[in-house]
């Protein structure tokens, strides 16, 4: 048994100074454990209140976790407005690049009609200058005849 310890061996005073000891520790250490148990939990602001005076360590600790707390929320509501701030440049980068394809789209589309409606009129043009009649330029370029008149009539002032 060398080395070992039998409980039996120490005598009145060695189990005395033991158990101060450990009753010492104890209450030395309980608050700060039920600080640090609690210092999350809102509803026992009270009884930490109540602890921080009892002991500096404690206030101090209490002064210490406020300002991390504190900076921790500023830091938080400061990365939220961030957040909202680049989420609405995202939408409205994203609606305007959506508003610039529409309108891409709706110009391609209207200069393509412009194209097929100017390469009608030259056509028009083009067959009554060869002798085809209104009737036979309106049915090939899917017009109406008055359509294919006034396209003859502005190609001959045109040309006078």
Not at 53 to 58: D, K, N, R, V
Request: glycine share 4%.
């Amino acid at each position: 048994m060398q080395g070992r310890y039998n409980v039996d061996s120490f005598d009145n005073r060695s189990e005395y100074h033991v158990a101060h000891l450990l009753n010492h520790f104890v209450t030395k250490s309980m608050p700060w454990d039920k600080f640090l148990v609690y210092a999350d939990d809102k509803t026992k602001r009270e009884y930490l209140k109540l602890l921080a005076e009892e002991e500096a360590g404690i206030m101090y600790a209490q002064t210490v976790l406020n300002t991390i707390s504190q900076s921790d929320a500023e830091w938080r509501r400061e990365r939220d407005y961030i957040d909202i701030a680049n989420t609405e440049a995202t939408i409205r980068y994203e609606a305007e690049q959506k508003g610039y394809a529409a309108g891409e789209k709706r110009g391609i589309q209207q200069g393509l009609l412009r194209g097929e409606q100017k390469k009608a009129v030259e056509d028009a043009r083009s067959f009554y200058a060869n002798g085809a009649s209104i009737e036979l330029i309106a049915k090939s370029l899917n017009m109406t005849e008055s359509q294919v008149c006034e396209i003859v009539k502005t190609s001959v002032s045109f040309k006078a």
